[in-house]
C-alpha cells in the first residue's frame, strides 16, 4: 500500500469555507498519488480556534471548547472526504471535551466504508498536564481495517515501549506528534523508530510545523513526516523508508508491504518481538568497591 504523511502547517481561519477548501485540497493531492492512508498530526485541528476571532484562539482554556464545539462538522468532513477519495485518514487530533470531565487528546480514524472509531492520547506531557489542563481518555484500541491492523500512540505516547507492547499485533502504527522544539521532534522520531524495532511493524509519523503567533498552545512547531520499519530483512538498512525535510509543509510518501512484515517477523535476522518476554523483570543492586 502507499501512505502519506503529513508535515502540516495550521492557517488562520476566516470562514468555515476555507477550511473545507484546505482539508479538500490536502487529502485530494494525497489521494491524487495513489496514497491508501492519509496521516494527519497531533493538535492540527487547533487551526479552527481561529474561526471564534483573537481573544479565543489565543485563550488556552477557550480555545479549547472552540475546537471541541466544532469536531461534530469536522468528524462530517473528513468522513466524507474519505468515503469519496476512497483512502484511510487518520484526522488531526483535538482537544475534545467528552463528558463532565477535563478534554481530552483525540485523534479519529476513518475508513472508506463511512465507519470511524477515535484513539485518546495516554500519557500528558508536561503542557498538557500543567498549563492546558488535558486529561488521559480511554483505552489503547486495534483497529482491524482493510489495510491491515492498526495502532495509533499520539506523540509523546510513543515514546514508552510498553504502550507500543500492547500494540504487537498492530501492523502500522499512527505516530501524530506536536513538537515545539528540534529535541522534541527527535524524541518522538526515536521512539516511533523504537516501537517499529519491538514490534517488527511499520511506524508513521506526521508533525505540525511553523509558527502561530495567535496561539499559545501550538505558537511554535518542529518536524517533519517520516515512516520507519524495522531494519532488517525486507526493509532499508536504515530502517527510514521515507522521510520528508525538516518544517517543509507537505505530504512524505512511502510503499508500505504487509508481507514484509509478516516475513520479517517470522525470519528476520533478529526477533525483538518475539523475543520480548526474554526481558529481565528486575534488576539486581551491586556494589563495586574502588581500590
Known amino acids: 500500500m502507499k501512505v502519506a504523511t503529513a508535515a502540516y502547517n495550521l492557517e488562520w481561519l476566516d470562514s468555515w469555507t476555507q477550511y473545507e477548501d484546505k482539508l479538500n485540497r490536502w487529502v485530494s493531492d494525497a ?33 479549547i ?16 472526504l474519505a468515503q469519496v477519495h476512497k483512502t484511510h485518514i487518520l484526522g488531526a487530533s483535538a482537544p475534545v471535551v467528552d463528558g463532565a470531565g477535563r478534554p481530552v487528546n483525540r485523534a479519529v480514524l476513518y475508513a472508506p466504508n463511512g465507519r470511524q472509531d477515535h484513539q485518546d492520547k495516554q500519557i500528558m506531557t508536561r503542557f498538557e498536564r500543567e498549563d492546558w489542563d488535558i486529561a488521559p481518555g480511554g483505552p489503547l484500541k486495534l483497529f482491524d ?5 492498526i495502532g495509533v500512540l499520539i506523540c509523546y505516547d510513543s515514546e514508552f515501549p510498553l504502550l507500543g507492547r500492547a500494540l504487537q499485533d498492530a501492523d502500522l502504527i499512527l505516530v ?11 524524541r518522538v522520531r526515536i521512539g516511533a523508530m523504537s516501537r517499529a524495532l519491538e514490534n517488527q511493524c511499520v511506524t508513521i509519523m506526521s508533525s505540525l510545523v511553523g509558527n502561530n ?55 528476520g535476522h533478529v526477533l525483538n518481538r518475539s523475543h520480548w518476554d526474554e526481558q529481565l523483570p528486575r534488576v539486581d543492586s551491586v556494589t563495586i568497591s574502588v581500590l
Open 145 to 149: 481495517t482493510a489495510l491491515g491492523k
Open 65 to 80: 471548547r472552540a475546537v471541541s464545539d466544532r469536531m461534530g462538522d469536522v468528524q462530517a468532513l473528513h468522513a466524507r
Open 213 to 267: 503567533d495567535w496561539s499559545e498552545a501550538v505558537d511554535m512547531n518542529t518536524g517533519t513526516g517520516g515512516v520507519f520499519g524495522p531494519p532488517d530483512k525486507g526493509f532499508p538498512a536504515t530502517g527510514v523508508l521515507a522521510e520528508g525535510t525538516l518544517n517543509q509543509p507537505g505530504w512524505t510518501y512511502a510503499e508500505v508491504d504487509r508481507a514484509a512484515i509478516a516475513n520479517v517477523r517470522a525470519d
Open 176 to 186: 501524530p506528534s506536536c513538537t515545539e522544539a528540534l529535541s522534541g521532534y527527535w
Open 31 to 63: 489521494a491524487g498519488q495513489g496514497a491508501e492512508l492519509l496521516v494527519f498530526p497531533e493538535y492540527g485541528a487547533m487551526e479552527l480556534s481561529t474561526l471564534d476571532g483573537t481573544e479565543v484562539a489565543g485563550d488556552l482554556e477557550r480555545s
